[in-house]
């Protein structure tokens, strides 16, 4: 556990495998601030973390000879979708700080493989992901205000926060409210283990792609849904849309799908259930 800005933390890490005669093969790069909302506050805050953390962790992968990273990007890259599906050749243009520090990470990492034959790289595009393990052992550890949809979620269920305010009924939806690609953890890290496979077996030098169900969910729909699974309730109130959020979000994971025989394998349901049973155990 350190600041992935502090290069003599990070050095230690790759140091003290070296003592055990050891090295590490790849590295999967998931340390990054990520809400949308914050990020337009602190903007500096967000290009420091995110994109210097990347530079430094980058570097002392370089200093220790390790060459192959999976970095966890985020369907933000894209911005205001132009198509249903969102492929990897969509437009990069990402609406918010956070989305363009994941679009400038992703470039640093093509230009190092420009630069240096050995680097083998996955800008993997998260679309959203949402649950916990199903055992209830891992999962998110959320503040008291978390910015995220499933955590807050989670806080009203269990009574720690009053209702949920939902940003924008006024989207050019099925519902009025705003669309996303919820993909359970477990699918997410199942993939982070098939990339990493072709990545060391040298199937490809650099790629981006998506990782996400293909369904899209309004946030109507995902509370009715939590609601039914959970046997709960939870009040809502419709606010003024969130400053750079987009209308819709849903991956087109074909790529995934063909390359590296992805299949998701959690429903919409499972993400509401293994969410709130993490809650209640954490
Ligand atoms: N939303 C609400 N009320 C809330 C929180 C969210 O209505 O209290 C809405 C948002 O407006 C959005 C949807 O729920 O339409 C999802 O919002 P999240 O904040 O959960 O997620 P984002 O789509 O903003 O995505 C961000 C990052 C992703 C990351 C994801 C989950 O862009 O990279 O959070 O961690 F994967």
């Not at 800005?5 to 003592?19: A, G, M, P, T, W």
């Not at 799908?257 to 155990?281: A, F, G, H, R, V």
């Amino acid at each position: 556990k350190g600041d992935i800005r502090d290069q003599v933390f990070l050095e230690s890490i790759f140091k003290e495998v070296y003592s055990l005669n050891n090295y590490f093969h790849a590295v999967i790069h998931l340390a990054g601030l990520k809400s949308v909302r914050e990020s337009i506050l602190k903007p500096k805050r967000y290009w420091d973390v995110n994109l210097n953390g990347s530079i430094n962790l980058v570097n002392v992968m370089k200093k220790f000879n390790c060459y192959s990273i999976v970095f966890s990007s985020s369907a933000t890259v894209y911005g205001i979708a132009d198509k249903e599906l969102l492929d990897e050749n969509s437009i990069i243009k990402p609406c918010n700080v956070y989305g363009e520090t994941k679009a400038r990470i992703e470039k640093l990492l093509l230009n190092l493989c420009l630069e240096n034959n050995n680097w083998r790289v996955c800008n993997l595009r998260y679309f959203n992901p949402a649950g916990a393990h199903y055992s209830g052992l891992i999962g998110e550890a959320t503040c008291n205000n978390p910015n995220n949809l499933f955590p807050y979620l989670n806080l009203v269920a269990i009574g720690k926060k009053k209702f949920l305010r939902i940003y924008g009924n006024d989207w050019n939806t099925r519902d009025g409210t705003a669309i996303r690609d919820y993909l359970h953890v477990d699918d997410l890290a199942y993939g982070h283990l098939l990339i990493m496979q072709h990545i060391l077996s040298d199937k490809f030098k650099i790629k981006n792609i998506n990782i996400g169900t293909g369904k899209g969910t309004t946030v109507l729909e995902l509370i009715n849904t939590y609601q039914k699974v959970n046997n709960c309730e939870i009040p809502f109130e419709f606010v003024s849309r969130r400053e750079g959020d987009v209308e819709s979000l849903i991956a087109d994971n074909q790529l995934l799908k063909k390359t590296l025989n992805w299949i998701p394998s959690k429903s919409l349901e499972s993400m509401c259930l293994d969410s709130l049973n993490w809650q209640k155990n954490s």
